[in-house]
């Protein structure tokens, strides 16, 4: 049995006339102790399966299992770091850390949430700014904050949603390798969605791409065999990683012709194209 | 590399130079700045305070002369020549018993509420005789178990102005205490919104002197059988009532669209019940709440002169109302005296609000 299991997953938001199915057909199942990422081009649907699995939404068909059980709600055991931070603007970086700390833990000392708040706090280094408030930080400050709050929590699995998108190369390097660390000390199962193709190889198990939307559904899983723990310089003379990364770059990019294209042709014959000539390239 | 260090140092040296001259230009054109600043914040005011005097002026000259001349006019049609020169001779000689009583000029103004703070030292000081005269008497009767004797005289302007503040806080905290539990009910319940949106639809618009009326007839029956003097409580409750419509709808709104980024952190942190209203959705709409808040109290200020009008409450509305039956010589000078006061006020409220909101609102100041 797959730690975290997802089987014939639809999801449409809206009703009747004005539904949209985002995502149809998903199945994924992820092992335990797996890091595993998911690319996919925007708009398609990512943040959308990463709110199945966290239990923020409820797939319109098929199920969803976590350790064996059907996700009902969220879950500390599972933490998420939200694409858009959703730090609360008006508590402190620490207050935000606080908050979490105090919910995963309960009936604690004050004195202990305050150490594992700062300890948090100044593994991804803003021990400096711990009295600020989110609107005195830079984005990427903001994504570490998140980033500290979610890993607080220990939670069993890490669900990222594009967690360091806002972050320059250099920062982005240490904070890779802190959230590599964080899952390695413990074995914990991680999920990762990225728009970056070499974040996910340098990081994940496992590559998935999730074909655009709508009705996106993921496509074959690219594995990733370079040993750990991975270097990146190293890793640049590597035949398998040059091998994996043309492969996943071509697969993207043929869905992305693919994608072009449907949507010139729609448009370029309206009336003319017959309905199997637009199909056929689903 | 040395090269470039050395390149580097003195284009910092040349920037360095090139900005202190620019920094000379920059203070100077500042100055002409400052100069321009200056003439719009103090010179542009201060004009237009004296042009508004200066029309006032002369628009109560204006009208004083309307009324002279009529009633010059007057005496002259009913009782002959030698009653209009009386008429015209009692009016230069500036006796109070014929003057046209009509706008009162700036001046007649400034006198007035000198003599309104002359009255009110005049009146404090009697209050401190009396007090001083009934203290030991006082302690007797409060050691006996009866009640002191306290001092009935009238009240001065300066009284007035306590008393109208007073009912206005306490119409405001009505509001407050009524408005923003019911507001925070209605945003979290979609149930109760539907249950409260006609009500609140009908009752937003009634006049205060309806609300009055209302609570009038309500409170009336409740105190029947106190000895009290309810038109306090009827005041300050109808002004509650009349000012709550803001912040409950403010309130509502705020909790009702908090950020969705947010409810999403409560659920993904398992915040309990409690916990989400006092930690997310509280601090969230705050910003709002007080935006409510702050129309209340300018509401509430400005329906109370009518209230207390009505209620025959002590206050600057029944001194309004009390000076223009009054009709004495001086008494449109006080009114307008009231009206700049009850205006001053005003304005000085909706600083305080406003710089408490801008204190909560997050995104704005440093900490709540
Ligand atoms: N609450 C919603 N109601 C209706 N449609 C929605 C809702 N949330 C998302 N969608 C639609 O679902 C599609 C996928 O959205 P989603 O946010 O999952 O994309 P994404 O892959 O995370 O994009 P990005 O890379 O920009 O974050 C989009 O077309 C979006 O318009
Ligand atoms: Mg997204």
């Known amino acids: ?97 606080l908050m979490a700390v105090k919910e995963a833990f309960p009936k604690r000392e004050k004195a202990v949430y305050k150490r594992k708040a700062a300890y948090y706090i100044d593994m991804v280094g803003l021990t400096p700014a711990i009295n600020k408030l989110p609107k005195e930080l830079s984005g990427g400050m903001r994504q570490r904050v998140a980033v500290a709050r979610a890993l607080s929590m220990k939670p069993d699995m890490i669900i990222m949603d594009e967690p360091l998108g806002a972050l ?18 413990d074995k914990r199962t ?18 998935i791409p999730l074909r655009p ?68 390239f689903r | 590399m040395k090269q470039s260090v050395t390149l580097g140092k003195v284009t910092k040296f040349m920037g360095l130079g090139f900005l202190s001259t620019f920094k000379d230009l920059f203070t100077g054109k500042l100055e002409k700045e400052d100069y321009k600043a200056f003439l719009r914040k103090v010179i542009v005011p201060v004009a237009s305070v004296l042009l508004f005097l200066g029309l006032w002026h002369l628009g109560a000259k204006a009208l004083y002369n309307v009324e002279a001349e009529f009633r010059i006019e007057k005496a002259l049609n009913e009782q002959g020549q030698a009653a209009a020169d009386d008429m015209a001779a009692c009016i230069a000689s500036g006796d109070t018993s014929c003057q046209p009583n009509t706008l009162p000029s700036p001046s007649q103004v400034w006198t007035s509420f000198q003599s309104l703070l002359n009255d009110h030292a005049l009146i404090s000081a009697d209050k401190a005789a009396f007090k001083e005269k009934t203290a030991a008497l006082n302690e007797k009767r409060v050691a006996e178990g009866k009640d002191p004797i306290v001092y009935t005289g009238r009240p001065s302007f300066v009284d007035q102005i306590f008393r109208s503040l007073k009912t206005v806080f306490a119409g405001f905290f009505l509001a407050l205490l009524i408005a923003v539990p019911l507001g925070i009910f209605i945003g979290l319940s979609p149930t109760l919104k539907s249950a409260f949106n006609w009500f609140i639809q009908i009752f937003k618009p009634v006049s205060p002197v309806v609300w009055y009326l209302l609570v009038f007839m309500i409170v009336k029956t409740l105190l029947i059988d106190s000895s009290e003097d309810s038109s306090f409580s009827i005041s300050f409750i109808a002004v509650g009532l009349c000012s709550m419509w803001a912040t409950l709808v403010n309130t509502s709104m705020g909790v009702s669209s908090v950020d969705k980024d947010y409810i999403n952190v409560a659920k993904v942190l398992k915040l309990g019940n409690f916990q989400k209203v006092f930690k997310i959705i509280l601090p969230s709409s705050l910003p709002l709440i007080f935006t409510g808040l702050k129309i209340t109290l300018s509401v509430a200020w400005m ?65 709540i």
């Open chain 1, 168 to 185: 320059d190369a250099l920062t982005r390097g240490t904070l890779q390798d802190q959230i590599l660390n964080i899952w390695g000390k």
């Open chain 1, 213 to 280: 939307g709508p009705n996106a559904t993921l496509g074959p899983e690219f594995k990733i065999d370079i040993e750990r723990p991975r270097d990146k310089t190293a890793m640049n003379d590597n035949p398998n990683y040059k091998k994996t990364r043309n492969a996943i770059i071509e697969y993207l990019m043929d869905i992305g012709e693919e994608r072009k294209s449907q949507v010139s042709e729609a448009f370029l014959l309206p009336d003319l194209a017959p309905k199997d000539f637009v199909n056929q």
């Open chain 1, 1 to 97: 049995m797959a730690y975290l299991e997802l089987n014939n997953v639809y999801k449409t938001y809206g009703t009747d006339e004005n539904a949209t199915e985002v995502l149809s057909n998903i199945n994924l199942s992820i092992e335990e102790g797996e890091f595993v990422a998911i690319v996919g081009f925007t708009g398609s649907g990512k943040t959308t399966l990463v709110n199945l699995i966290n239990g923020l939404l409820e797939p319109t068909k098929g199920e969803v299992l976590f350790k064996g059980k059907p996700v009902e709600g969220t879950s500390h055991e599972r933490g998420v770091i939200f694409q858009n931070y959703s730090l609360l603007p008006w508590l402190t970086v620490e207050q935000n850390v």
């Open chain 2, 303 to 367: 329906v109370l002169i009518a209230i207390e009008l009505l209620a025959q409450s002590p206050g600057l509305g029944l001194f309004v109302w009390e000076e223009f039956q009054n009709g004495a010589n001086d008494s449109n000078a006080k009114i307008i005296v009231a009206m700049f006061v009850i205006g001053i006020i005003g304005f000085l409220l909706d600083r305080l609000m406003l710089s408490i909101q801008n204190w909560v609102s997050f995104e704005k100041t440093d900490a």
């Open chain 1, 190 to 207: 991680a999920l990762l969605i990225t728009n970056d193709v070499d974040e996910g190889i340098y990081m994940a198990d496992r590559i």
